[in-house]
């Protein structure tokens, strides 16, 4: 009998590990779907893996999700109830423990997507956690907030002249006629850019902050 009981501790562990992973991955998805929603990305073109999706739904923890705590340790607290305490249950607690963690579901989904609307609205705020890029296109110079990294791409939020261009200036972004009570998303290629920095201005590094910080991949 302790055989059996050790060959189905294995089983056991995977069978909670992979719930775990299903929670992660939903909270993961619906916050970065909503976060760059905000700014007017689909995720569909940023080609977020599942490893990336897993850790986000882990790390919004230390952010604006922090309420996701909850959730997860209900979840942990059950799981270990069942297993251990009550080892001889019946079908229709069975039955209610997979109705219960179906509830959290949508849970987890409003609470990821909630944290991840307040974080794009603060990173596109005077409060932004996003880096500053400045660089240089054609006879101009710009600044802006790195959104995102991926490749050679490159998502500029709130792109701006870092000094006024001169009339006969060639820039590669025109930016006339761009009202700055209107911020736009740019994708530009990190290929026709020349002379960038990427910018955080000094400040006091908390060891905790960097997990709070949305994922720049």
């Known amino acids: 009998m302790a055989a059996t009981e050790k060959e189905g501790l294995p089983a056991k562990f995977g069978h909670w590990t992979a719930l775990y992973a299903a929670y992660l991955f939903l909270a993961g ?13 689909n995720t569909g073109w940023l ?12 790390s919004v923890l230390f952010g604006t999700g922090a ?15 069942i297993e251990v ?15 219960c963690l179906v509830l959290f579901f949508p849970v987890t989904f409003w609470v990821a997507m909630y944290a991840g609307i307040s974080q794009a609205n603060t990173d596109r705020g005077n409060k932004t956690s996003l880096p500053t890029i400045r660089f240089a296109a054609g006879s101009c110079t ?21 000094e006024e261009p001169r009339k006969s200036a060639v820039c590669s972004f025109d930016l006339n006629g761009v009202s700055p009570e209107v911020p736009q998303l740019w994708l530009v290629r990190s ?19 960097f997990y709070a910080d949305k994922p720049r991949l």
Do not use: M
Not at 29 to 41: D, I, N, S
Not at 143 to 158: C, M, N
Not at 196 to 208: L, S
């Open 29 to 41: 998805w619906a916050y970065l779907r909503h976060y760059f929603g905000v700014f007017g990305v």
């Open 47 to 58: 080609d977020l893996g599942l490893n990336d999706t897993i850790a986000q739904g882990f």
């Open 67 to 81: 309420l996701l705590s909850v959730v997860y340790l209900i979840i942990f607290l059950l799981s270990l109830g």
């Open 85 to 99: 305490f009550w080892v001889n249950h019946s079908r229709k607690v069975d039955v209610g423990v997979a109705c």
């Open 142 to 162: 710009y600044r802006g907030k790195v959104v995102f990294v991926k490749g050679e791409s490159l998502y500029i939020y709130d792109l701006a002249y870092l």
């Open 191 to 209: 290929g026709d850019l020349k002379d960038v920095r990427v910018v955080h201005y000094q400040k006091e590094a908390k060891p905790w902050s």
